[in-house]
T-cell receptor
Framework: GEDVEQSLFLSVREGDSSVINCTYT??????LYWYKQEPGAGLQLLTY?????DMKQDQRLTVLLNKKDKHLSLRIADTQTGDSAIYFC????????FGTGTRLQVFP | DVKVTQSSRYLVKRTGEKVFLECVQD?????MFWYRQDPGLGLRLIYF???????EKGDIPEGYSVSREKKERFSLILESASTNQTSMYLC??????????FGQGTRLTVV
């Protein structure tokens, strides 16, 4: 069955890089996603990676995919206080399965 | 601008009541999903639907049912609400294997 795991909390200083990790179990996932949830809001797509890619960069965001280990990571460069949120990774085959979410706290 | 609209932001219901949570999307998406979000547990899939009148159980369907009579509308039904169904409920829609768009969520409290 599918299972997506993340650590629950991450705390970083403003200006540092943040790395949020995720492991998944379904190797047939076509896309892997990162969603961001700000307080009191629904989820918004942050970025995604196609399963045949190793890396994707989008401005301050870098996604790394290790298919062999079924490991996905999201790196946020120059983390800002506005990046404080819960970050969810998700895998999709015939349905969209989310991880537990990582709460990122950015302090000055 | 794409939109997924959930009928209520906050809802308080009594134990044993039948509860309807409505979700409407305006993007002509085939897929629609209902999740519940609880602290430390992330988003757990309750039910999803690929098309009108089709439904599939997710990971935690017990105590819930769904209805999809029209493509744009996906309803979640709590047949007899219980206190352990107090949660944030999130609806989403997507094209097949595409980006999912979420509603703002409904915070349901069962007393």
């Amino acid at each position: 069955g599918e299972d997506v795991e993340q650590s629950l909390f991450l705390s970083v200083r403003e200006g540092d890089s943040s790395v949020i990790n995720c492991t998944y179990t379904d190797s047939s996932s076509t896309y892997l996603y990162w969603y961001k949830q700000e307080p009191g809001a629904g989820l918004q797509l942050l970025t995604y990676i196609f399963s045949n890619m190793d890396m994707k960069q989008d401005q301050r965001l870098t996604v790394l995919l290790n298919k062999k280990d079924k490991h996905l990571s999201l790196r946020i460069a120059d983390t800002q206080t506005g990046d404080s949120a819960i970050y969810f990774c998700a895998e999709t085959t015939d349905k969209l399965i989310f991880g537990t979410g990582t709460r990122l706290q950015v302090f000055p | 601008d794409v939109k997924v609209t959930q009928s209520s932001r906050y809802l308080v219901k009594r134990t044993g009541e039948k509860v309807f949570l409505e979700c409407v999307q305006d993007m002509d998406h085939e897929n629609m999903f209902w999740y519940r979000q609880d602290p430390g547990l992330g988003l757990r899939l309750i039910y999803f639907s690929y098309d009108v009148k089709m439904k599939e159980k997710g990971d935690i369907p017990e105590g819930y049912s769904v209805s999809r009579e029209k493509k744009e509308r996906f309803s979640l039904i709590l047949e007899s609400a219980s206190t352990n169904q107090t949660s944030m409920y999130l609806c989403a829609s997507s094209l097949r294997q595409g980006e999912a768009f979420f509603g703002q969520g409904t915070r349901l409290t069962v007393v």
